[in-house]
């Protein structure tokens, strides 16, 4: 017989959801909750190989479709979020005080929503490589 | 009575149209000089050389990603980085973008996202000229 494990305080919510996963798809429960398992581990090995630019931008993807943000100054730093202003010059300051209280390799200050816009280099490109 | 005499800001030419320009480190709320290639080929604002735009600060107040286009040139596509900042050209000052290749050294070049919002003249081979505001 394979070890088990006695585990106190599971969420009853979650485990419910689990148990109604292995339900739908006709598998033990145990299977699924490996399966969690295994998956949350690995997300935590990417989380932590996660650079400084990255964990940034994935916060400012996480603030676009909540219409708090929408059309708001953010500035974000070290994988959170700084400051909510209505202005450039005052998320950049804020972004400012913050570099100033912590190191920081990388930093977005942007407007949420806001689209790129096509950039076209004709003469120099050569060059420039 | 009010003159009406233009008033314009020259540059020398040298191999390329060029034009000294201030660019705002918004971290450092400072200014520096920086010699600018004039490209009217250039659909954008600014172009920095890498060292510059690092020096300045503007990792640190960086567009996302996914505001940040990838630019077409006659040598294929070249994945940039961006941010906003200020130019200040012959007394006028504008917020501007300012691009740097995410690979490679690039290049100081102002592009026609500014040169559009200034009277620019170009004496061939000798000079470029900018009207100066008259405020």
């Known amino acids: 017989m394979k070890k088990g494990f006695f585990i106190k305080n599971l969420d009853v919510e979650a485990y419910r959801a689990i148990k109604a996963i292995a339900a739908k798809r006709g598998v033990p429960v145990y299977r699924v909750i490996n399966e969690a398992l295994s998956l949350y581990a690995n997300l935590q090995d990417s989380l932590a190989a996660e650079t400084e630019e990255e964990a940034n931008n994935r916060v400012y993807e996480s603030l676009l479709g909540d219409p708090r943000y929408k059309g708001k100054w953010v ?55 | 009575m009010k003159s009406s005499v233009a008033r314009w800001k020259c540059y020398r030419y040298g191999d390329y149209y060029r034009v000294l320009a201030q660019i705002y480190s918004p971290l450092n709320d400072a200014w520096r000089k920086v010699e600018f290639l004039v490209d009217t080929g250039f659909r954008g604002d600014v172009f920095l050389e890498k060292r510059i735009y690092e020096d300045l600060g503007l990792q640190m107040v960086e567009l996302p990603l996914r505001a940040v286009p990838v630019a077409r040139t006659l040598a294929g596509s070249v994945q940039l980085r961006a941010a906003i900042t200020r130019v200040r050209i012959a007394g006028s000052t504008f917020k501007v973008k300012a691009y740097t290749p995410l690979y490679g050294y690039g290049k100081n070049l102002v592009g ?24």
Request: aromatic share 2%.
């Open chain 1, 75 to 129: 500035a974000i730093s070290r994988g959170r979020l700084i400051a909510v202003t209505d202005t450039w010059e005052e998320a950049v300051e804020r972004m400012r005080e913050f570099v100033k209280r912590e190191k920081a390799a990388h930093g977005i200050v942007a407007r949420v929503g806001e689209e790129a816009e096509e950039v076209e280099i004709l003469g120099s490109s050569l060059e420039m490589l």
């Open chain 2, 112 to 135: 026609r996202g500014v040169l559009n919002r200034l009277t620019t003249l170009l004496v061939k081979r000798e000079k470029t000229c900018i009207r100066l505001s008259e405020s």
